[in-house]
């Protein structure tokens, strides 16, 4: 069974630091591109950041020069090293592949506040 765990979310203060976990059991990671979204409430749910199997990033506008998207393929892990965070970055954060998505983990929780 294919599953994924998200982790590293928490509290910060405007212009701070998180660095997000996505771990994977059942499938590698790097088998198809892979991205990192997030869901505000009561807002659908948008694609942050994605990595290819061959290592290209991209990003919504939104996060451009803040978020690093990364993937570790010893540890069938991924990563969002999220910088400057602001308040509207606040929501859940989930991963999932693009092509081929599993059902969705249980997220982890991004609250940037002051």
């Known amino acids: 069974q294919v599953q994924l765990v998200e982790s590293g979310g928490g509290l910060v203060q405007p212009g701070g630091s998180l660095r997000l976990s996505c771990a994977a059991s059942g499938r590698a990671l790097s088998m198809y591109t892979m991205a990192w979204y997030r869901q505000a409430p009561e807002k659908q749910r948008e694609l942050v950041a994605q990595i290819t199997r061959s290592s290209n990033t991209n990003y919504v506008d939104s996060v451009k020069g803040r978020f690093t998207i990364s993937r570790d393929n010893a540890k069938n892990t991924m990563y969002l090293q999220m910088n400057s965070l602001k308040p509207e970055d606040t929501a859940v954060y989930y991963c999932?592949?693009?092509?081929?998505?599993?059902?969705w983990g249980q997220g982890t929780q991004v609250t940037v506040s002051s």
């Open positions: 999932n592949w693009i092509v081929a998505p599993v059902s």
